[in-house]
């Protein structure tokens, strides 16, 4: 697969973009949502398509256009975290966290989601299915910590059964911005849709189940401009020299996300912060 240019956090972004939509397996829901599971179980097919083993569930809600459905949304996201999650044991310690800079608004998905939850994980609640606990992690420019580092300690000290993981993701296409729910078995790896490079999160790390759960709300410069440039010159580009020139006018390290993105944010956190309490707060 090509990797120049080409930053996502979207398993059907890549899919899309080497050719494998065949591995996507497509069920249609109520009020036009959209399910898309793509199993990448073994090693070879996870290198072919250029993401990491798990399981991917996309809901697309691009073509919704009934207002109700947000509430069957919470409800289908909820059974599918249980189900990724797999059974725990009554009394089961889950930790939600919230990665993201929450100065930045298109970035803020993970720590607005985590002050909609209902934590469970206190004192007075000794009645509770499961105990459910969420923090936000920040980023390392505000709190000179890692988000990794600040989780292995929370992982150490709370010693949940499952963790669940919630970011913005970026996206390679427009149409998904906002429009899809991403839930993946793999983990994560902040920053990794915008061309970072940081440590892996994820069940072979803290040793218990790993749900990431993401919503598009930013692109990388970088890919809109090269796809954009291609509709119209095709292969005539010199990748080396508009590479180079990105980099020298600063573009390659832009992102951007749509004006509506507030919009968005509090339809993505809201549906998010609904199915994790419906699952685990109670």
């Known amino acids: 697969m090509e990797k120049d240019f080409f930053y996502s956090d979207m398993a059907l972004d890549n899919l899309e973009r080497g050719g494998f ?18 199993n990448l179980k073994d090693k070879v097919l996870s290198d072919k398509v250029g993401k990491p083993q798990g399981v991917y569930v996309t809901y697309d809600v691009s073509g919704v256009t009934d207002d109700r459905y947000a509430d069957y949304l919470v409800r289908i996201l909820s059974s599918t975290i249980t189900q ?18 929450g100065e930045v608004l298109a970035d803020s998905l993970g ?9 469970t994980r206190v004192e007075y609640l000794t009645d509770t299915k499961f ?15 890692k988000s990794h580092e600040v989780l292995s300690a929370l992982n150490d000290k709370v010693k949940p059964s499952a ?14 911005i906002g429009t899809s729910f991403q839930l993946s078995t793999a983990g994560i790896i902040p920053g990794s849709g915008v ?24 692109m990388n410069m970088q890919g809109v401009l090269k796809d954009f440039v291609s509709d119209f010159f ?34 993505a956190s809201n549906i998010i912060a609904g199915a994790l309490n419906l699952a685990y707060s109670k």
Not at 131 to 145: E, I, P
Request: positive net charge.
């Open 163 to 176: 963790i669940i993981i919630v970011d913005t993701l970026a996206t390679s296409n427009v149409g998904r």
């Open 84 to 101: 990724l999650v797999g059974g725990l044991a009554r009394g089961s310690i889950v930790l939600s966290v919230g990665l993201g800079n």
């Open 234 to 267: 095709e292969d005539k580009i010199d990748q080396f020299k508009f590479s180079s020139t990105l980099a020298e006018k600063g573009l390659s390290r832009l992102v951007v996300a749509p004006k509506e993105v507030k919009i968005f944010l509090e339809n």
């Open 21 to 38: 939509e065949s591995l996507a397996i497509h069920k249609k829901l109520s009020y036009g949502i959209e399910q898309i599971v793509v």
């Open 131 to 145: 105990k459910l606990c969420s923090h936000s992690l920040g980023v390392q420019g505000a709190t000179g910590l």
């Open 195 to 218: 061309g970072g490079d940081k440590p892996r999160m994820d069940k072979s790390v803290f040793g218990v189940p790993t749900l990431s759960i993401g919503v598009p709300l930013v």
């Open 111 to 119: 720590e607005m989601t985590m002050r909609k939850l209902r934590p």
